[in-house]
């Protein structure tokens, strides 16, 4: 009894050494950050995001969302246990995605999944437009989302499930 319990013992001993990290590295590692600008990259450092960069990339979101940090339209595709309007999330990501190619850096939207069921925002700045090109912009995502059962709309608000 007491071979197997000295056995048992000495065994664990070389497993917890085995498994003891003798010598830390730095790991350095780079994420891509697709803004809508320009796709910027951070360095890690530790996994600890490079201080300069994310004090850029949120310079960045500031200039892009205006002073106020609020965004022109905020539509959001939600699920109540069933998925989003999957057809109806498409047409919509066709219409931005059309307003971005017609317009290129006055249309700035970020699109922003946060759930498991496919819920996802769309948060879209509509300040630098031509009024007529804002309500056109508006009078067509009003058609198309008047389809969908589960979708909130919101004006003036900021984006609330932007990872931060």
Not at 63 to 69: A, M, V
Not at 87 to 92: D, G, I, L, T, Y
Not at 109 to 128: A, H, T, Y
């Amino acid at each position: 009894m007491k071979k197997n319990l000295l056995v048992v013992c000495v065994i664990g001993l070389i497993c917890f050494q085995s498994c003891k990290q003798t010598e830390k590295t730095p790991v350095k590692n780079t994420v891509k950050v697709e803004t809508p600008k320009a796709e910027q990259t951070i360095v890690l450092q530790d996994n600890k995001p490079n201080l300069a960069a994310v004090v850029e990339q949120q310079k960045s979101n500031q200039e892009i969302r205006g002073d106020s940090g609020n965004f022109s339209m905020i539509v959001s595709f939600y699920s109540i246990g069933s998925g989003i309007d999957i057809a109806v999330a498409k047409e919509f990501d066709y219409l931005v995605k059309d307003f971005q190619e017609q317009y290129g850096d006055e249309f700035i939207s970020e699109k922003v999944g946060w759930g498991r069921e496919g819920e996802v925002d769309f948060c879209i700045q509509l300040d630098k437009l031509k009024s007529t090109v804002r309500e056109s912009f508006k009078n067509r995502a009003d058609t198309i989302l008047k389809k969908a059962i589960r979708v909130h709309v919101s004006e003036n608000a900021p984006c609330l499930h932007r990872r931060r």
